[in-house]
């Protein structure tokens, strides 16, 4: 039996994928371009799962992942 609060589940019964915490961060250095990203843990159906993603994009729509001293 799994527990019905670790998921988060939308109107049409579908599970929704929320990210957890920030692993890491780094910058991709373009030839014009230096491009700062985060190494996100998202809940997935099947244990954690792990991407990179634009600190900005991840910033604007989960600003309660990052703190600001």
């Not at 373009?30 to 991840?58: H, L, Q, Y």
């Amino acid at each position: 039996m799994i527990p019905l609060d670790e998921f988060e589940i939308n109107e049409n019964l579908n599970f929704v994928k929320e990210p957890v915490e920030i692993m890491d961060w780094e910058v991709n250095q373009t030839k014009k371009n230096r491009i700062p990203i985060v190494k996100v843990c998202w809940n997935a159906k099947r244990g954690p799962e792990f991407t990179w993603e634009r600190e900005d994009s991840m910033q604007q729509k989960y600003p309660h992942l990052f703190w600001s001293p």
